[in-house]
């Protein structure tokens, strides 16, 4: 189970101008381990703060973040839990590959040592169409390339949580559905739970269990994907 009870001021990192209006993000739910939730909301509602919030790259003003009994996150209490002690991976916008590594230097680097090469890594980047890859450096690569070099770096560490944000939008439709289809099967088979940040409402619904909603800042959990598409198509 994970629950997550949370307020955080949006933009309270940045100088504020005068008369500008300033959201509060607020989000509490309990959703149950290994599903797959998507987060959708306009440009600046707070998605990305969302799963910076879940990594710990961001503390939330207030509240408590609990996953699978361990206190990730409590203001009262003072618990925390810094982002390297979460069992984490995360695609960010930025790819955050590192420029001097090749690319099976990247994966590696993310791969415990006793699974490095075994047959779901290989699985993987054949199924991105990155096996090939290996010996050249990032800065040789594509956008789309590198996108799907980051993904499959967070897959690579059998995470507990994996945080997405935006992770196929360098990629062309069918390659996108492809990607996707390779995250969700890898789920499937070793049930962690992932956060999902996107635009793309339609690929969110057909690939999540439940979907978080933010609006000004107001966070609305569907745990019924119907009760979503009704709103989304009304």
């Known amino acids: 189970?994970?629950?997550?009870?949370?307020?955080?001021?949006?933009?309270?990192?940045?100088?504020?101008?005068?008369?500008?209006?300033?959201?509060?993000?607020?989000?509490?739910?309990?959703?149950?381990?290994?599903?797959?939730i998507g987060i959708t909301g306009p440009s600046g509602s707070g998605k990305t703060t969302l799963l910076r919030i879940l990594s710990g790259l961001t503390q939330p003003d207030e509240g408590k973040l609990i996953v699978d009994n361990k206190t990730w996150y409590d203001s009262e209490s003072g618990a925390y839990i810094p982002t390297e002690d979460r069992e984490l991976g995360f695609v960010f916008q930025s790819d955050a590959l590192f420029p001097n590594m090749t690319v099976n230097e990247n994966i590696d680097f993310a791969t415990p040592s006793s699974h490095r090469r075994d047959r779901r890594i290989l699985s993987l980047l054949t199924s991105l169409e990155i096996q090939d890859l290996g010996d050249r450096h990032i800065d040789t690569l594509s956008g789309g390339q590198r996108q799907r070099i980051s993904i499959a770096r967070a897959l690579a560490r059998k995470p507990e949580v994996l945080l997405l944000d935006e992770p196929t939008t360098a990629l062309d439709r069918a390659l996108r559905d492809q990607v996707m289809q390779t995250i969700v099967s890898d789920q499937l088979q070793n049930r962690y739970s992932i956060f999902w940040a996107s635009h793309d409402v339609d690929t969110l619904i057909r690939h999540s269990d439940h979907i978080i909603q933010i609006t000004n800042g107001v966070a609305q959990y569907y745990s019924d994907l119907d009760d979503f598409r009704k709103l989304y198509k009304s």
């Open 1 to 36: 189970m994970i629950q997550i009870q949370i307020s955080k001021t949006l933009g309270s990192n940045r100088p504020r101008k005068r008369n500008q209006y300033v959201s509060t993000l607020r989000l509490a739910c309990k959703i149950p381990s290994g599903q797959i």
